[in-house]
């Protein structure tokens, strides 16, 4: 995709109607001003300049085009936003793709064949009395509810779908693309209520069919569609393009196991459920949530496997700064559908009980370990270091805070506690824990700021090699324009100064996290040369800074 489609999206959609489709923005000279959707400003602090097609939040230092907010306002990936921003402007995207054509045809063909599937489904629904009983009663589906998240029904005929597919022009390939027939091209779905899996923008990707006799035999309660060109086992969340709304309003998640409970719960109230494939939480799935809240909420079991997955997610989460908890009270019942099915105000209210994950994780270790023996009490202290030892590095109160918990609870010092060595777990390492991550992902406020009055400002030249070069010209404009344009030579040159210093400040904090977290690495898998380099390092950096 070439720069030419972005920019007559640009041009057909000026900055100040997209953004004023989320935020109410007033005149303020050349620019609008308005409050910031993401921070707690008491007075305006989001700028958008029309001349310039840009917009600049100072209370989250966040800025961009028409593209980045969409992104930013609604999780989208970029070629998301690409996709609404070119709908809303009435500009074809097709035009603009060169070698891409061919799949992009064969994707289009995908969809168009998903999407009446889920047509036929709904209507073998309506025709089906005996299916419609099941949904609406014994399932306790309400009409809205149905038809929100498009459910149907696959019916018992071997090929149905199939010859309705083909009379409409689709091949036989194109249904096994889609992921529709079994090996020996006939209906992959027979018998099952079926529930549309869709992506972020609602447009169907694949199905997920429930039996509708919970008697029968020999046969899965849930069958999934296979992955294909559209559909993503390790990408898809179920329900977002339904909760998006909900929990950009609310700024959280709620993840539960199963797409009935996310069906439940969205009747029942609770329109922040989604739910990832089974709980294989992944990095793909963390980074979606993170682009729209902060607050990720597990509705997991408190077994064995929910432990487990508990306990990725609480790894990959620590990287990505999010805070992880645990919806665990479910008053006897196994899961979130029982529990709405029970009363769906307990759920509202377990929803809102949430726990720490952390802390929920260890006190399942405290119910599987007997700490009174000797065995136990390793085993408990092996896996609590461990688990905390994933938390990011960067986050050393958090940190703390655990370690102290559990030498409480072991009754020994938290020095030793932090002393003790354990084994390296590869499995676990895979799956996020011990990464380091890079606390430099982006320029800080004081670097964009600094970078602004070097580029607009009268202040001394040699603050250029502070700062990087590829940084946003018409985002600095506008920062300077706002903060420093009527300010003198003088003062400009003070306040350069100080942010300098603050800027050679943060870096040094970065780099010294950064070691801090090599150094625990390190430690952990006993390697000690590399200790003794990094720890060098670290005293070297420390010198530097004093």
């Not at 100072?58 to 690409?82: Q, R, Y």
């Not at 209507?123 to 149905?146: D, E, G, I, P, S």
């Not at 022009?169 to 249904?175: D, M, N, R």
């Not at 682009?291 to 609480?314: K, P, T």
Request: charged fraction near 30%.
């Amino acid at each position: 995709m070439n720069d030419a489609v972005k920019e007559e999206i640009r041009e057909r959609l000026p900055v100040e109607d997209v953004v004023g489709q989320y935020i109410d923005l007033k005149r303020a000279g050349r620019n609008l001003k308005g409050h910031s959707p993401w921070g707690t400003d008491r007075t305006p602090s989001f700028m958008v300049s029309p001349e310039k097609g840009i917009w600049h939040d100072f209370s989250s230092n966040k800025g961009g085009d028409i593209f980045s907010f969409v992104m930013e306002m609604e999780g989208l990936t970029f070629p998301e936003a690409l996709e609404k921003l070119a709908k809303q402007a009435g500009v074809e995207l097709k035009r603009y793709r060169g070698d891409d054509k061919a799949v992009m045809a064969k994707k289009q063909r995908l969809y168009e064949a998903l999407e009446l599937a889920t047509k036929y489904f709904q209507t073998c629904l309506v025709r089906n009395q005996a299916v419609c009983k099941y949904v609406f009663y014994q399932r306790h589906l309400n009409r809205k509810t149905v038809e929100n998240f498009r459910i149907g029904y696959a019916p018992m005929a071997g090929k149905a779908l199939v010859n309705f597919l083909n009379k409409r022009g689709f091949s036989a390939q194109e249904l096994a693309d889609a992921g529709l027939v079994n090996r020996f091209g006939g209906d992959l779905f027979k018998g099952r209520m079926m529930i549309p899996l869709m992506d972020q923008g609602g447009r169907v990707i694949g199905f997920t069919g429930r039996i509708v006799d919970d008697k029968a035999k020999d046969t899965p309660k849930y069958l999934n569609t296979p992955e294909t060109m559209l559909y993503n086992k390790g990408r898809h969340i179920f329900g977002l393009s339904q909760a998006r709304e909900a929990i950009r309003r609310s700024e959280y998640v709620v993840v539960v196991e199963g797409n009935m409970d996310v069906i439940s719960s969205h009747q029942a109230g609770v329109r922040e459920a989604v739910a990832t494939a089974g709980t294989a939480m992944t990095e793909n799935h963390l980074k979606s949530f993170s682009r729209m809240a902060n607050d990720i909420r597990l509705a997991y079991d408190g077994d064995e496997a929910g432990v487990r997955a508990a306990e990725r997610a609480i790894a990959m989460a620590s990287k990505f700064g999010l805070y992880l908890s645990v919806i665990d009270d479910y008053h006897g019942c196994k899961d979130a559908d029982e529990l709405i099915q029970k009363d769906p105000k307990l759920w509202q209210k377990a929803v809102q009980d949430y726990r720490p994950a952390l802390e929920w994780v260890l006190e399942k270790y405290e119910d599987r370990f007997d700490l009174k023996s000797e065995k136990g009490f390793q085993e408990y202290a092996s896996e609590a270091k461990r688990l905390i030892d994933g938390i990011d590095a960067s986050d050393t109160v958090l940190r703390e805070r655990y370690e102290r918990m559990v030498s409480k609870k072991l009754g020994i010092s938290l020095e030793a506690f932090r002393a003790k060595r354990v084994k390296k777990d590869t499995r676990r390492l895979k799956q996020g824990v011990g990464v380091v991550k890079n606390t430099t992902d982006g320029p800080s406020r004081a670097e964009k700021h600094l970078k602004a009055l070097v580029l607009f400002g009268k202040v001394s030249a040699e603050y250029a090699e502070l700062v990087r070069a590829d940084l946003d010209k018409d985002e600095l404009g506008l920062i300077f324009e706002e903060q420093y344009a009527g300010w003198s030579a003088a003062e400009q040159a003070h306040e350069a100064e100080i942010l300098a210093k603050k800027l050679k400040s943060e870096r040094v904090e970065s780099k010294r996290k950064e070691l801090e977290a090599a150094i625990r690495l390190a430690e952990e898998n006993h390697d000690e040369e590399l200790e003794n380099r990094l720890l060098a390092e670290m005293n070297e950096l420390i010198r530097g800074a004093g």
